[in-house]
């Protein structure tokens, strides 16, 4: 007898989902390992294990697949963006900050990140709208939350800010500069540990308070 109440999806659709997971796998390895142009949808199949008919059924060519692993990339920004806009209550901003700046750096600055960041990149001339929609859901939200949260510092007089966009980016390129423009050109050297960055992110908070922390914030 069938059971109405399962809430579970269907088998075929669970194998569906399954599919379709492990195509965007196969394909993001691919990509990252022979480039764009250097990957067929032929190759992709074999590597998923499953039909060329599967991948085409899932992804009408090549450009749409890509354009998914790109996005599916930014899935998790908002669980961080809410992380920041809950530090605009801090009632210890350098230790808060600090925390803040290590959660983003331990975020950001990961190998396959910064390889697919590396892809899209030497892609942009040919995917226009998938750049920029990357770029309006990672960097630039994540922009957009720190410039509210000091909005909000500054107005609580925690910070003294003028142009609190101008200070979002400043704190954002503090902590990432180094590592992310070396991760740019040297992939081999993608790995850091956690050490490296907990002294990029301590360091970058440093900076930004000398030249934003106001005198009532110390007390």
Same mark, same amino acid.
């Given at each position: #007898?069938?059971?109405?109440?399962?809430?579970?999806?269907?088998?075929?659709?669970?194998?569906?989902?399954?599919?379709?997971?492990?195509?965007?796998?196969?394909?993001?390895?691919?990509?990252?390992?022979?480039?764009?142009?250097?990957?067929? #949808?032929?190759?992709?199949?074999?590597?998923?294990?499953?039909?060329?008919?599967?991948?085409?059924?899932?992804?009408?060519?090549?450009?749409?697949?890509?354009?998914?692993?790109?996005?599916?990339?930014?899935?998790?920004?908002?669980?961080?963006?809410?992380?920041?806009?809950?530090?605009?209550?801090?009632?210890?901003?350098?230790?808060?900050?600090?925390?803040?700046?290590?959660?983003?750096?331990?975020?950001?600055?990961?190998?396959?990140?910064?390889?697919?960041?590396?892809?899209?990149?030497?892609?942009?001339?040919?995917?226009?709208?998938?750049?920029?929609?990357?770029?309006?859901?990672?960097?630039?939200?994540?922009?957009?939350?720190?410039?509210?949260?000091?909005?909000?510092?500054?107005?609580?007089?925690?910070?003294?800010?003028?142009?609190?966009? #101008?200070?979002?980016?400043?704190?954002?390129?503090?902590?990432?500069?180094?590592?992310?423009?070396?991760? #740019?050109?040297?992939?081999?050297?993608?790995?850091?540990?956690?050490?490296?960055?907990?002294?990029?992110?301590?360091?970058?908070?440093?900076?930004?308070?000398?030249?934003?922390?106001?005198?009532?914030?110390?007390?």
């Amino acid at each position: #007898m069938t059971d109405l109440t399962r809430t579970s999806p269907p088998p075929e659709e669970g194998r569906s989902a399954r599919k379709r997971r492990a195509i965007m796998e196969a394909a993001t390895e691919l990509f990252l390992r022979n480039g764009y142009q250097g990957t067929s #949808m032929d190759e992709v199949a074999t590597l998923a294990a499953v039909s060329k008919q599967t991948v085409y059924k899932q992804f009408t060519d090549k450009e749409q697949l890509f354009s998914a692993i790109i996005i599916g990339a930014t899935e998790r920004v908002g669980d961080f963006t809410d992380v920041v806009t809950e530090f605009a209550g801090t009632e210890d901003l350098e230790k808060d900050l600090g925390e803040l700046a290590r959660r983003y750096i331990t975020a950001v600055i990961q190998p396959r990140t910064l390889q697919l960041r590396r892809l899209l990149i030497a892609e942009a001339g040919r995917f226009p709208a998938v750049a920029r929609d990357y770029y309006q859901r990672a960097p630039g939200r994540t922009i957009d939350a720190f410039t509210e949260t000091f909005r909000k510092l500054a107005g609580r007089g925690l910070l003294r800010i003028d142009d609190p966009s #101008m200070a979002a980016g400043h704190f954002a390129w503090l902590i990432l500069a180094q590592p992310m423009d070396k991760a #740019m050109f040297f992939d081999e050297e993608l790995q850091h540990t956690p050490t490296d960055l907990q002294r990029f992110a301590d360091e970058g908070v440093r900076v930004f308070l000398a030249a934003y922390r106001t005198s009532a914030s110390r007390s």
